[in-house]
């Protein structure tokens, strides 16, 4: 619809997997299936591609993209092959790679997300955990086995106290930041071609959150 859309942005040659906003809302990270991560500036059409960083070559696919709350000139890019990357938005290069998991090897990360008051970098793998990550040494602070299934997505509470995930368990998990601990378990959605829940999401304001499945429902929760 003309009367939506406002603009387009073009670059990627191929699936755009993963999109993030940094804090100021002024620059906007996606990743794709082409192996590039790509930095824009959304208020402009022409030229609005600043960056971009092409990992696939050491790296892999890219498959999920996050700004650094703590740090917004930074942006973690997570990929198939496990590896999560610590780089500078303003110089295209990267400036750590993050030890997806302890003692090397590692599962396609799903999705990454940022701790919105710690440097912190917390993923969610198709190897069923979630791990934490530091910002400035790379090292996993933490990890859990989260779910029987793939953990595909992850979503922090604006207040920055709870951490939702998602599962093709067909769960949706709560957890409590500080903790670690689990705190609420709901049964979401059906199992669709081995697949569940794919998307998880707290409302910036109120006391709601949201999740999408496999099974072609999006749900609001209380």
Not at 6 to 28: K, M, Q, Y
Not at 136 to 159: E, F, Y
Not at 198 to 219: C, E, Y
Request: aromatic share 6%; glycine share 10%.
């Amino acid at each position: 619809d003309p009367g939506v859309l406002s603009g387009v942005l073009e670059g990627h040659g191929d699936a755009v997997w993963g999109l993030a906003f940094n804090p100021a809302g002024d620059r906007l990270a996606s990743c794709s299936a082409d192996g590039t991560v790509r930095i824009w500036d959304p208020r402009r059409e022409d030229g609005a591609c600043l960056s971009t960083y092409d990992a696939q070559s050491e790296h892999g696919v890219p498959t999920s993209v996050t700004f650094s709350a703590t740090q917004p000139g930074h942006a973690v890019a997570a990929f198939r092959t496990g590896a999560a990357v610590l780089y500078d938005v303003e110089a295209a290069r990267p400036v750590l790679a993050l030890e997806a998991r302890s003692g090397g090897g590692g599962s396609q990360v799903n999705q990454v997300v940022s701790h919105p008051s710690q440097p912190l970098t917390i993923t969610a793998s198709d190897d069923r955990g979630i791990r934490f990550l530091d910002n400035r040494t790379g090292k996993v602070v933490h990890s859990m086995v989260a779910h029987l299934d793939a953990v595909t997505c992850l979503a922090v509470d604006p207040n920055g106290v709870f951490l939702m995930s998602g599962s093709h368990d067909c769960s949706l998990r709560l957890w409590h930041l500080a903790h670690k601990t689990c705190v609420q378990e709901l049964t979401a959605h059906r199992k669709k071609h081995e697949e569940a829940v794919h998307a998880v999401a707290f409302h910036p304001s109120r006391a709601l959150s949201a999740s999408a499945g496999a099974d072609a429902l999006a749900k609001v929760f209380v």
